[in-house]
């Protein structure tokens, strides 16, 4: 057993949280002993483990709850496309969370595994972060039905808060698409077209991930599967909902990009264009002048102009003229 990822020197988590309708009760320094005392115990328990570089505690935990050796394997794969596997005493659900990263303006995403047993869950997280907070919250203030629920009800909440985060995340790009589309009307650089790329990147990854997760939540909600109640499978139908409706957000998304792009060479284009334009007509305006000078500037003996009293004032005045006349005839054109 492997795992792939990167590795950090802290030593794993283990959190487990016991529950039924009358109790609460929270160990957030459990040890792999305790983790595995839950396997029949009476409440159901959450056991949630962050940080998953310890492959042989992941063994030990693997064994205990009798875990495939492959989907351990598949479970340390932080590179695992989201997926769902039904066993016949539990079932195994692979998802991605996605963060965003201001340090390196970035998406990043971290893999996280749900077990869920006959009255267990276990979470397999790649790093510590707060995405379970709100279902804590809930557990420990008894809002709602979830402690009244069995542990395939966990199992939904637990889903569901890592597939509402992608909403705050599409509403971002969105935000984003935004001020870029602002930012190339106003000053197109080429900062702008390393943030088309960047998005255009982001809206790729979420799309790649999304569109397994829709079919593993398909699976969910209409396979029979045992452990998952009827009145908690409709559940999985909301959060179907929700993935088509990100999935449709992404794609509308990816269209906006592709006109940001045709934008951007757009307005850089037209940049070109009117620099062009100017250019053009200082050197029109040149043309005549330069050919003037170039006639008088001949060294030859016989040119008769060359001897007149105010031939210098003359031929300023014929410039001069030649610059207003061409400056108005532009200026009727609205060329300028």
């Known amino acids: 057993m492997i795992f792939i990822g990167d590795k950090h020197e802290e030593a794993p988590e283990l959190t487990i949280i016991d529950y039924d309708s009358s109790k609460f009760e929270a160990n957030a320094n459990a040890t792999v002993q305790d983790a595995m005392a839950r396997k029949d115990a009476a409440p159901v328990s959450w056991i949630n483990i962050d940080q998953l570089h310890d492959v042989e505690l992941m063994e030990k935990l693997g064994n205990h709850y009798e875990i495939h050796p492959l989907l351990m394997e598949d479970i340390l794969n932080t590179d695992l496309r989201p997926k769902v596997e039904d066993e016949d005493d539990y079932v195994m659900l692979s998802l991605k969370m996605l963060n965003y990263s201001e340090q390196h303006d970035s998406l990043t995403t971290d893999q996280i595994s749900l077990i869920l047993g006959k009255n267990y869950v276990i979470s397999f997280k790649e790093k510590p972060d707060t995405v379970f907070e709100p279902v804590i919250n809930r557990l420990s203030s008894s809002k709602g039905t979830i402690r009244s629920r069995g542990a ?173 006349i061409l400056a108005f005839f532009f200026k009727k054109k609205k060329w300028i």
Do not use: C
Request: net charge negative; proline share 2%.
């Open 152 to 324: 395939d009800y966990l199992f939904y909440a637990l889903t569901d808060v890592i597939i509402d985060n992608y909403f705050t995340i599409i509403e971002n790009i969105g935000n984003d698409l935004e001020k870029l589309e602002d930012r190339i009307f106003n000053q197109p650089g080429e900062d702008a077209l390393q943030e088309i790329h960047r998005l255009k990147g982001d809206l790729l990854q979420i799309r790649r991930i999304t569109y397994p997760i829709r079919e593993s939540m398909r699976k969910l909600e209409n396979d029979e599967i045992e452990l998952i109640e009827d009145k908690t499978r409709k559940y999985f139908t909301d959060i179907y909902e929700h993935i088509t409706q990100i999935i449709e957000t992404i794609e509308s998304y990816r269209e906006t990009v592709s006109g940001l792009k045709d934008l951007y060479l757009s307005s850089i284009s037209f940049r070109m264009n009117k620099v062009m334009q100017v250019l053009t007509i200082i050197a029109t305006i040149f043309i005549p002048l330069t050919f003037l000078v170039g006639v008088y500037g001949m060294n030859f003996d016989n040119m008769p102009e060359l001897h007149w009293k105010y031939a210098y004032f003359i031929l300023w005045g014929i410039m001069i003229s030649i610059v207003v």
